[in-house]
C-alpha cells in the first residue's frame, strides 16, 4: 500500500522557519521525483518544489526561492522541506507527491497534507 505521511506543520511566526518531512511506503522511493505542492484557500495548487531521484537536482518556485530548500535521504525513504524567512503568504496547507514509473506506467502519489500558519 502506498503512503505518503506529511508531518512538521503547524503555527510559526513570521520570520520564522519550519521543517516539513514526508515519509514514503509501498513504492520504490529512491526511484521517484519528489514535490511540495501547497494550496490556501481560493487558490490553486501551486508547486513549490522539486527534487529528482537522486537528489542531484532540486527546482524552486518563485517565491520561495533562496527561503526553501527541498531535500531527501533515500535511506530513510523521506524528503524534506526547510522553510526559512516565513511569510504570512505562505500559509497553506503542503503536499507531498512522488512522481515516476510502476512497471511502467506513470504513477502520481499525494499525501494527506499538512498545515502551516505563519501569523504573529
Known amino acids: 500500500q502506498v503512503q505518503l505521511v506529511e508531518s512538521g506543520g503547524g503555527l510559526v511566526q513570521p520570520g520564522g522557519s519550519q521543517r516539513l518531512s514526508c515519509a514514503a511506503s509501498?513504492?520504490?522511493?529512491?526511484?521517484?521525483?519528489m514535490r511540495w505542492y501547497r494550496q490556501s484557500p481560493g487558490k490553486e495548487r501551486e508547486l513549490v518544489a522539486a527534487i529528482s531521484s537522486t537528489g542531484g537536482s532540486t527546482n524552486y518556485a518563485d517565491s520561495v526561492k533562496g527561503r526553501f530548500t527541498i531535500s531527501r535521504d533515500n535511506a530513510k525513504n523521506t524528503v524534506y522541506l526547510q522553510m526559512d524567512s516565513l511569510k504570512p503568504e505562505d500559509t497553506a496547507v503542503y503536499y507531498c507527491n512522488a512522481v515516476g514509473l510502476r512497471v511502467g506506467v506513470p504513477v502520481n502519489y499525494w499525501g494527506q497534507g499538512t498545515q502551516v500558519t505563519v501569523s504573529s
Open positions: 509501498g513504492f520504490s522511493f529512491s526511484s521517484y521525483a
